[in-house]
């Protein structure tokens, strides 16, 4: 069985501030996604990333896939209180479905 | 254009009850999936189908569980006889040959 562990699992902090979050598994994935779910609703999908040592840029959101495509980070600069919210890793390996991890829930306080 | 439609939004029962949850996945969408979440245990796949034909059910934690998709645009997961511990929210999902999943808003059961 393939398992993503997320940390921290609970992250508060100040407007300003920068943070990362990290996924981390024993397993290879074909490819890992970002989704961020706010109260109420269901998760979105932020990024994809597939290559090994992989970089993605979302305004002040910086992805990383690990080179040997096992784990991944999350990098926000800055953070501002509308990034709140459970941020998702999920890996695809193959052709099994979405393995997701149990989230990173962010707080930021303005 | 209408995102993935799931009803209830809430739901509350008492133990024993039949439990229908409903969803209406995007158009055009090949894929269609049922999570559950909890704090305890996060986002659950509980199954998936592709072209309405179950693929894979692993995830169903009893037979208390079923779903179905009769058709492209309507699928049903079904718990009888409901418990407490079946509290959670329950998500849909749908894709495009797997892949984008898109989220509806889930349904908020609580099983008393």
């Known amino acids: 069985t393939q398992l993503l562990e997320q940390s921290p699992q609970f992250l508060s902090i100040q407007e300003g501030e920068n943070l990362t979050v990290y996924c981390n598994s024993s397993?290879?994935?074909?490819?890992l996604q970002w989704y961020r779910q706010e109260p109420g609703e269901g998760p979105v999908l932020l990024v994809t990333?597939?290559?090994?040592?992989e970089v993605k840029k979302l305004k002040r959101l910086t992805f990383q896939f690990g080179d040997a495509r096992k784990d991944s980070s999350l990098h926000i600069t800055a953070a501002q209180p509308g990034d709140t919210g459970l941020y998702l890793c999920?890996?695809?390996?193959?052709?099994?479905?979405?393995?997701f991890g149990k989230g990173t829930r962010l707080s930021v306080i303005a | 254009d209408a995102g993935v439609i799931q009803s209830p939004r809430h739901e509350v029962t008492e133990m024993g009850q039949e439990v229908t949850l409903r969803c209406k996945p995007i158009?055009?969408?090949?894929?269609l999936f049922w999570y559950r979440q909890t704090m305890m245990r996060g986002l659950e796949l509980l199954i998936y189908?592709?072209?309405?034909?179950?693929?894979?059910d692993s995830g169903m934690p009893e037979d208390r569980f079923s779903a179905k998709m009769p058709n492209a645009s309507f699928s049903t997961l079904k718990i009888q006889p409901s418990e407490p511990r079946d509290s959670a929210v329950y998500f849909c999902?749908?894709?495009?040959?797997?892949?984008?999943?898109?989220f509806g808003p889930g349904t908020r059961l609580t099983v008393l």
């Open positions: 397993s290879v994935f074909s490819s």
């Open positions: 999920a890996g695809e390996g193959g052709n099994t479905p979405l393995v």
């Open positions: 158009s055009g969408h090949d894929y």
């Open positions: 189908f592709n072209n309405n034909v179950p693929i894979d």
């Open positions: 999902a749908s894709s495009f040959r797997s892949d984008t999943q898109y």
């Open positions: 990333v597939v290559t090994g040592g």
